[in-house]
């Protein structure tokens, strides 16, 4: 009989060492992780959400040409992908020993996006991201005032 994995190893490898997510809330970091694993959270909620709704905006967009239903789904799904794949950044970079510097500067660049995503929402009334919006813009907005000061 073979010996089949199912889980990869560095899967069990973090699971045996918990020494990374260590790392990722350590002081200075915490508020930063949290607001990470928050973004991924919109994107699976806005995955189930669209994926809930898919039979009424296939409807919705039947007068449509293909060219604008391929952008539709395109953009809405990309959303998912994108807000999984910059809260995992932040989180690869949260666990990693990146510098005082680099972390303010993504500190200040996830606020400018996340806060432009959260008029957004209000602009187009979409009240469920427009909630988690508003409490990861409140999350990177404690991060920076209390961020620890360093010379790093």
């Not at 190893?9 to 020494?19: C, E, G, K, T, Y």
């Not at 949290?34 to 699976?44: D, G, K, N, R």
């Not at 929402?121 to 909630?131: H, Q």
Request: glycine share 6%.
């Amino acid at each position: 009989m073979t010996n089949l994995r199912i889980i990869p190893a560095s899967v069990i490898h973090l699971m045996r060492n918990f020494n990374e997510a260590d790392l990722m809330f350590r002081a200075g970091r915490r508020l930063f992780s949290i607001a990470a694993i928050l973004m991924i959270v919109m994107a699976a909620a806005h995955t189930l959400g669209f994926a809930g709704n898919a039979a009424k905006f296939r409807q919705s967009l039947a007068p449509v040409g293909p060219e604008i239903q391929g952008a539709f789904w395109a953009l809405a799904w990309g959303m998912s992908i994108i807000f999984s794949a910059i809260g995992l950044l932040n989180l690869v970079v949260a666990a990693s020993d990146a510098s005082a510097r680099l972390l303010r500067a993504l500190r200040w660049t996830n606020l400018v996006w996340m806060v432009a995503f959260t008029i957004l929402c209000l602009a187009y009334t979409v009240i469920p991201p427009l909630i988690l919006g508003i409490v990861v813009d409140v999350i990177i907005v404690a991060d920076l005032i209390l961020e620890p000061r360093s010379s790093s």
